[in-house]
Structure formats: structure tokens, C-alpha cells
């Protein structure tokens, strides 16, 4: 199944703001672990929460950052093949 990206930008943006504060919104990152743990962005998702867990918030930021990327390249991907599938 494919990530809610609603979900994920929303929880992207809320987490991004607590970490330029020096916190974690732990409700943020939950919602990004539900919508990504089994995901093609996992491995990006698994850095982030290492990052967080050592308390190291800049590397989270730009963990959080390639993260956003990572989805990007996915929704680009995912949008090619349903265009490939369906041309109209």
C-alpha cells in the first residue's frame, strides 16, 4: 500500500518544527513511522529515528530532509508508472 503523503507531509512538517526547537513531537514521529516503516523510504525512516534517538537534531534535520527527498522520488516513480499504465 501506498504512504498517506497527507500524512506524511503533515507529520514531515510538525517533526521538522520540534527539532529546529531542540524537541521531538513524538506524535509527529509516530505518524511517520505508521505511514513508512514497511515503505520504499524505510531505510532513510530508520536513519531519522537513529538520529533522533542519540539526541543529534541536526542530523536529524537533514535525515528528515533526504527522508523528504526519498518520498518525492517515489511519488515521481509512482506517478510515471500509473501514466505508463494509463496514457490518456
Known sequence: AAPDCARVRAGATRLEQSLTRGAI????????????????????LHKLREAIDNFDFDR??????????CMNSYN?????????????
Open 76 to 88: 515521481e516513480h509512482s506517478a510515471a508508472q500509473a501514466a505508463a499504465k494509463d496514457p490518456q
Open 60 to 69: 536529524a534535520a537533514q535525515d528528515l530532509r533526504a527522508l523528504a527527498d
Open 25 to 44: 513531537d513524538d506524535g509527529a514521529l509516530a505518524d511517520l513511522t505508521a505511514a513508512l516503516s514497511n515503505g520504499p523510504c524505510a531505510g532513510q
